[in-house]
């Protein structure tokens, strides 16, 4: 019975660290990462062309870990080349962020990069 | 009964035959987000008397008026001549000395988020400043101006109105500031009209082919290809035909004793003005505009970009480029169809590459940039009160 109880606990351990949920943000796309899960939804949605917007930001750590303020930038791989701008991060509440000042003055692919304690989740989004 | 129908067949043949390409629906929704034109503009929280009509009056007599520079010299129209769109129809401008750059036209002003050509100004009434106190160009001074409008009765009455405060009662740089502000109130009034291509999208956009078909053949092949093959759409995008931001398409930007940093040195000097939408001189005390400014971010790309010019006008502002090195829209055209890549310094655009159009190909492109202008209103010149 003691190793049954024990093979729970340990069972129990290792699921948190395969999967965790961020706060909730809804609509929002969802990168699943090796380590973290990042929810992201643009103000306004959908988000326009070459004007100013802002990124809601919910990131968690499947280790459980408490989350630092991730980097957060944007650029289009056809193109080689980023956005003019670079967003200001805040966070609102725990494991809640917003990026402000993002700003995509090309249509076409980009792809959203957001880098959490050093793990990079992409994104592609297309914008015409 | 048989020279009727021979007349008849002699008059079809004379008259253009209305015909409208197969545009297709994603072709369709490409040239329809070049539109409505005129787009709706709402007041700039900036400036509290843009929109105004007495601040409006104001800044279209300084607009003119010569005063502002100590010998009489020159005023703002010397080198934005309504009759060129504003604009001055020289390579470079000619001021006291010589100017680096070409001379842009004002029309649809508001609409910009950047001014200059690299960007070194982020509102409208410094931009407006900036001229009359440089000593290259107008070469006036804040006093300068302030004794201009406290001591006309005219301009001091107008001031008084539009402002609602005594011309004496404000100190010199604040003055100064206001007399840009209202300048500014009288550029935001210069709008670009309709176009053949306005009327051409509108009736694309309700399906009226026949409507359409007004649009000569040659002017609707160089939509195409400007929305397609032609890549042009990518900077050039939007109502405005301008993202409004900086791009290098390989225009040498040498001049006399260096060269021009475009959108690098541009950053630098909004960097080091008191006058942005940052500062304390931005009317909107949420300063929201502002967002641009606060996140803008320097590349080593920018060493050499320039802001994309609108295509509105662009038939009555020649010549082009930042440094008018290119004569003609054909010119310009050629630009683009021989580009080579080599001639971009660093990581250049990737979208940019030789089109390879041929000499008709070049007309088409031409002819629908031509389609982008049309006679402006006539010119109002009334000065305040």
């Known amino acids: 019975m003691r190793s049954a109880a024990t093979s729970l606990v340990l069972l129990l351990a290792s699921s948190h660290a395969i999967a965790c949920e961020p706060p909730s943000l809804e609509p929002a796309r969802r990168i699943d990462g090796a380590k973290h899960v990042v929810l992201f939804r643009s103000a306004p949605t959908p988000l326009p062309l070459n004007a100013s917007f802002a990124l809601d930001i919910a990131v968690c750590a499947k280790d459980g870990s408490a989350v630092a303020t991730p980097k957060v930038d944007a650029w289009m791989p056809a193109h080689r080349h980023g956005m003019n701008y670079r967003p200001s991060l805040t966070e609102t509440r725990k494991g809640l962020f917003r990026a402000d000042g993002l700003l995509l003055h090309m249509p076409g692919r980009w792809e959203f990069v957001f880098e959490v304690a050093g793990e990079r989740l992409t994104a592609t989004h297309d914008i015409d | ?385």
């Open chain 2, 1 to 385: 009964m048989r020279w009727l129908a021979a007349l008849l067949v002699l008059l079809a043949a004379a008259a253009p035959r209305a015909e409208l390409l197969d545009f297709s629906a994603d072709e369709i929704a490409r040239i329809v987000r070049h539109g409505p034109w005129p787009p709706t503009v709402a007041a700039d929280p900036s400036n509290r008397v843009s929109g105004k009509q007495d601040a409006i009056g104001l800044g279209r007599a300084l607009f003119f008026d010569a005063r502002l520079s100590p010998d009489k010299a020159f005023a703002c129209v010397s080198c934005h001549d309504p009759d060129k769109a504003w604009s001055d129809g020289r390579a470079t401008s000619m001021g006291r000395t010589a100017l680096p750059r070409n001379a842009p036209s004002l029309l649809d002003v508001r609409q910009r988020r950047w001014f200059g050509w690299d960007g070194g100004h982020d509102n409208l009434w410094s931009m407006s400043l900036r001229p009359i106190l440089d000593a290259r160009e107008i070469g006036g001074s804040t006093a300068g101006i302030a004794d201009l409008v406290r001591t006309d009765r005219n301009l001091s009455a107008c001031y008084a109105r539009a402002f609602g405060r005594e011309p004496g009662a404000v100190e010199a740089e604040a003055l100064a500031i206001d007399a840009a502000k209202a300048l500014a109130a009288f550029q935001e009034t210069l709008t670009s009209p309709r176009t053949p291509f306005d009327d051409f999208r509108d009736a694309l956009a309700r399906g009226d082919k026949a409507e359409a078909a007004k649009l000569p053949v040659a002017a609707q092949r160089g939509v195409r290809l400007f929305v397609g093959r032609g890549n042009c759409a990518f900077c050039h995008l939007g109502p405005a035909f301008t993202n409004g931001e900086f791009h290098s398409i390989g225009i040498p930007f040498f001049v006399a004793g260096g060269a021009d940093g475009g959108r690098h040195s541009g950053i630098r000097t909004l960097r080091e003005s008191r006058l942005t939408l940052l500062g304390s001189w931005n009317d909107d005390p949420v300063r929201a505009d502002g967002i641009a400014t606060r996140h803008v971010d320097p590349q080593h790309r920018n060493f050499g970009e320039f802001r994309v010019p609108s295509l509105r006008m662009a038939a009555r502002s020649a010549p082009y480029m930042h440094n008018g090195s290119l004569a003609t829209l054909a010119d310009v055209v050629r630009h683009y169809a021989r580009f080579d890549p080599e001639r971009l310094h660093g990581d250049g655009e990737a979208i940019l590459k030789p089109l390879g159009l041929d000499d008709a190909e070049i007309d088409d492109l031409v002819a629908f940039l031509e389609s982008l202008s049309a006679e402006p209103p006539p010119t109002d010149r009334r000065a305040c009160g």
